[in-house]
């Protein structure tokens, strides 16, 4: 959409603008949908979840084992899970991809 419109017509300018016959308005559920989703923060914090202790975990793959950094908060709730590859880098893995014998094993290696 152009910066500027060029027209001599005013009306449709204010029209495009959004005004109506009785003047210009906000839209009423554009307006609540964006303040909606803000909440009673304003500040807009960080609501990340801090994690206590960490360890490493290993599981078995196609080429070799995969190693992964497992971060738990102090009720041993999984926070974060990293992946880290043969360069020594990490990567967020979704945990959520771990099945029950996996988060069995990896609840068993931090209470070790």
Known sequence: MARHIKTRDYAMVLLINGATKAGTHRDIRKHASATACRGSNKTMMSQK??????????????????????????NDNIVEVYIIDEEGDSWLFNHGSFNNEELASIREAGNV
């Not at 979840?49 to 102090?74: N, Q």
């Open 49 to 74: 979840k801090k994690f206590s202790r960490s360890y490493d975990w290993t599981r078995p793959a196609e080429h070799g084992d995969e190693l992964f950094e497992i971060r738990v908060d102090d």
